[in-house]
């Protein structure tokens, strides 16, 4: 059975820290790895990740994928308020597997002023 | 459209009703999802449509809870007799092809009162 883990499942961080989250998985056929970050309703897309040891990047926000280890880490540089959500992994399988994307429970970040 | 469409936004159903959900995906997605997400709690896989292939249904809680789509356009999510545990948001997702870059909808808000 394909399982995701995701750690911490809530963090508090005060304004200007960085933070690493942490996302592990077991999927068989494994394609990619993707991160959404939920604030309200919809998650939003933030990075796909397929090959291991290439650091995607984004502003404050940047993601590496370690196949080796069979886990992800997405860092958040500087955080702000705005950081506050959830986050979400989900590798893909290319088929094979018991479904397309299948999501970890996230990540519960919290940044104080 | 430019998005993936769901609706109703909300809805509040008496127990025991029926109730259908609908999900019009991204043009040429082949790849949609169904996912139920609880207040606080992740997001739980139900359903996933892969073009013309039969769907996994692995996710569906029970069979009260059943699934259509048509090759690749709209998708009705129908759960009968409801029941107040399946209070929650219910998130359709779609993307062009398996484990790639999944869009989501902005849910519909189910309260079974």
């Known amino acids: 059975e394909d399982k995701v883990v995701q750690s911490p499942l809530s963090l508090v961080v005060h304004e200007g820290d960085t933070v690493t989250l942490n996302c592990s998985y077991e999927?068989?056929?494994?394609?990619?790895l993707l991160w959404y970050k939920q604030e309200k309703k919809a998650p939003t897309f933030l990075f796909m990740l397929?090959?291991?040891?290439i650091e995607k990047k984004s502003g404050r926000l940047s993601s590496i994928l370690d196949k080796k280890e069979l886990s992800s880490i997405l860092n958040i540089t500087a955080t702000q308020t705005g950081d506050s959500a959830i986050y979400l992994c989900?590798?893909?399988?290319?088929?094979?597997?018991?479904?397309?994307?299948?999501f970890g429970k996230g990540t519960h970040l919290i940044i104080q002023p | 459209g430019a998005g993936v469409s769901q609706s109703p936004s909300n809805k509040v159903t008496e127990k025991g009703k029926d109730v259908e959900l609908r999900c019009d995906p991204i043009?040429?997605?082949?790849?949609l999802y169904w996912y139920r997400q609880r207040l606080g709690q992740g997001l739980e896989f139900l359903i996933y449509?892969?073009?013309?292939?039969?769907?996994?249904k692995s996710g569906l809680p029970s069979d009260r809870f059943s699934a259509e789509r048509t090759g690749e356009s709209v998708s009705t999510l129908t759960i009968q007799r409801t029941q107040q545990e399946d209070s929650a948001v219910y998130l359709c997702?779609?993307?062009?092809?398996?484990?790639?870059?999944?869009?989501f909808g902005q849910g519909t808000r189910l309260t079974v009162v």
């Open positions: 997702a779609s993307s062009l092809m398996r484990a790639s870059q999944a869009f």
């Open positions: 999927v068989t056929n494994f394609r990619s």
């Open positions: 397929t090959s291991s040891g």
């Open positions: 989900a590798p893909g399988d290319s088929g094979g597997g018991a479904d397309g994307l299948t």
């Open positions: 043009s040429g997605h082949t790849a």
């Open positions: 449509f892969q073009g013309n292939s039969a769907p996994d």
